[in-house]
T-cell receptor
């Protein structure tokens, strides 16, 4: 079993829809949770960063962490075609970017 | 800053040949990471340097892989001899781990071993 599980998709939704992306994990010691976005033929870039449990909102994006269930989510409101990318969850025991463990990534397409 | 710079962007080589991937991290960052991305296994950490010193190489798949960081502005990942199963996209990332939260990734090197 992988430390971090993420449905690879692909996921295809119409423009304007609410998108929900999820990851589960097995290591209860993870403290730092991130979502990276990766466009085709590019490197991943940090989208959201959360410490411990709770919600964090940034514009159309909301990240949720439920440590009791070992489950994290990313919600995208009013999705746009420019949101089409692969979204990777990542987790770490340590502050900063040290030894990140990534999910498989979910390929998302927003259809105009 | 130009970001993390990797070279080459694409590399096609024959099985058994030596391959060297290069990375220039963002100036001022004290940590450097080499990742490998495949469809099957996703993004995996190979090795992590802090202040030019290898801290964790537990992700390096086997002795054919080696990495060096001779100074704060340059790192290499070498595969010798290369095998077809090494075909993947290799990413270098750098971070300022003192108070920082983000790893900045390069554009990656797409390696094909035939």
């Amino acid at each position: 079993q992988k430390e971090v599980e993420q449905d690879p998709g692909p996921l295809s939704v119409p423009e304007g829809a609410i998108v929900s992306l999820n990851c589960t994990y097995s290591n209860s010691a993870f403290q730092y949770f991130m979502w990276y976005r990766q466009y085709s033929r590019k490197g991943p870039e940090l989208l959201m960063y959360t410490y411990s449990s709770g919600n964090k909102e940034d514009g159309r994006f909301t990240a949720q962490v439920d440590k009791s269930s070992k489950y994290i989510s990313l919600f995208i409101r009013d999705s746009q075609p420019s949101d089409s990318a692969t979204y990777l969850c990542a987790m770490s025991l340590l502050q900063g970017a040290q030894k990140l463990v990534f999910g498989q990534g979910t390929r998302l397409t927003i259809n105009p | 800053d130009a970001g993390v710079i990797q070279s080459p962007r694409h590399e096609v080589t024959e099985m058994g040949q030596e391959v060297t991937l290069r990375c220039k991290p963002i100036s001022g960052h004290n940590s450097l990471f080499w990742y490998r991305q495949t469809m099957m296994r996703g993004l995996e950490l190979l090795i992590y340097f802090n202040n030019n010193v290898p801290i964790d190489d537990s992700g390096m798949p086997e002795d054919r892989f080696s990495a060096k960081m001779p100074n704060a502005s340059f790192s290499t990942l070498k595969i010798q001899p290369s095998e077809p199963r090494d075909s993947a996209v290799y990413f270098c990332a750098s971070a300022q781990t003192r108070g920082g939260t983000e790893a900045f990734f390069g554009q990656g090197t797409r390696l094909t071993v035939v």
